[in-house]
Nanobody, 121 residues
């Protein structure tokens, strides 16, 4: 069984910073892409940032230059450093991983439970 557990959310003032972490655990053979999504109240879930197994990254236009995604492969962990936060960044942030388990030896998407980020003005 695979679990993804996010941490690091909270309340911060506009202009502040937060660092989110997401650790994958369980019977994991390999991890391909790791991603961060967010969903604000009344809005659709959107992709915030993605990092491949090789370290290539991609960002939503709304967070470019402010957010940085990184990963520690040895720890099966992905991070999201969020700087210069704005009230519009307020959302539940979810991590997801495209990974292969020893049990199935097939790729599948796994999701964390989400962590709340609230940016006050």
């Amino acid at each position: 069984q695979v679990q993804l557990v996010e941490s690091g959310g909270g309340l911060v003032q506009a202009g502040g910073s937060l660092r989110l972490s997401c650790a994958a655990s369980g019977s994991i053979f390999s991890i391909n892409s790791m991603r961060w999504y967010r969903q604000a109240p009344g809005k659709q879930r959107e992709l915030v940032a993605l990092i491949t197994s090789g370290g290539s990254t991609n960002y939503a236009d709304s967070v470019k230059g402010r957010f940085t995604i990184s990963r520690a492969n040895a720890k099966n962990t992905v991070y999201l450093q969020m700087n210069s936060l704005k009230p519009e960044d307020t959302a539940v942030y979810y991590c997801a991983a495209d990974l292969r388990t020893y049990a199935t030896m097939q790729n599948g998407d796994y999701w964390g439970q989400g962590t709340q980020v609230t940016v006050s003005s």
